[in-house]
């Protein structure tokens, strides 16, 4: 199946740094990535899609000033958490969808990524 | 209003016995796909089954089936003998058809957890 790459898979970081999250779909090409935050025992949170060429679309509440998405090329989507402070720490994950047509068009995950803000 | 309800936040069953996840879900489009994915701890999201709204026969993969009573608004998944590595959170997750990006809405999942 398709294969899509997170990186980092984890980092650590100061207050009030900068952290940028890749996502990469390795053999395939996805017009359109997903941002998702997920807290521990909680579920998938969709922060935005992302379309490439285009700007994201950002769900109600999130911030996107503070969550940069840039997806710059049918292979990559990033997003950079922006001046981050401890209750940003969490666990994203991207997902890029295949495109086909119909509803069951499947969506690939990246393994996520862990962040926490010291 | 929650679009898709798993009432169950916890489930235990014994290794090699069958377990069922309820999930319902609330729509007023008559097209929609509904999802089960299931996250081990190491966060991965694995697809697991699927089943349309319009298909007439439940979904079926492997020792995976989803229970999908339509009229009751709910897809419940069923696992026949469970395994050890069975043990994972589950969620079940709906894609409506209107709107370009199709996104999937996610329940609250549900942590299976297997018994030796």
């Known amino acids: 199946g398709a294969v899509v790459s997170q990186h980092p898979s984890w980092v650590i970081c100061k207050s009030g740094t900068s952290v940028k999250i890749e996502c990469r779909s390795l053999d395939f090409q996805a017009t359109t990535m997903f941002w998702y935050r997920q807290f521990p025992k909680q579920s998938l949170m969709l922060m935005a899609t992302?379309?490439?060429?285009?700007?994201?679309?950002?769900e109600q509440g999130v911030e996107k000033d503070k969550f940069l998405i840039n997806h710059a090329s049918l292979t990559l989507s990033t997003l950079t958490v922006t001046s981050a402070h401890p209750e940003d720490s969490s666990f994203y994950i991207c997902?890029?969808?295949?495109?086909?047509?119909?509803?069951?068009?499947?969506?690939?995950f990246g393994p996520g990524t862990r962040l926490l803000v010291l | 209003a929650q679009k898709i309800t798993q009432t169950q936040p916890g489930m235990f069953v014994q290794e090699k016995e069958a377990v069922t996840l309820d999930c319902t879900y609330d729509?007023?489009?008559?097209?929609?796909?509904l999802f089960w994915y299931k996250q081990p701890s190491s966060g991965e999201m694995i697809f697991l089954i699927y089943q349309g709204s319009y298909d007439q026969q439940n979904a079926t993969e492997g020792r995976y089936s989803l229970n999908f009573q339509k009229a009751r608004k709910s897809a419940n998944l069923v696992i026949s003998a469970s395994q050890l590595g069975d043990s994972a959170m589950y969620f079940c997750a709906m894609r409506e058809a209107p709107g370009s990006a199709r996104q999937l809405t996610f329940g609250s999942g549900t942590q299976l957890t297997v018994l030796p």
């Open positions: 997902s890029a969808r295949v495109e086909t047509s119909g509803l069951q068009e499947t969506q690939y």
């Open positions: 992302s379309n490439e060429g285009s700007k994201a679309t950002y």
């Open positions: 729509t007023s489009d008559p097209s929609y796909g």
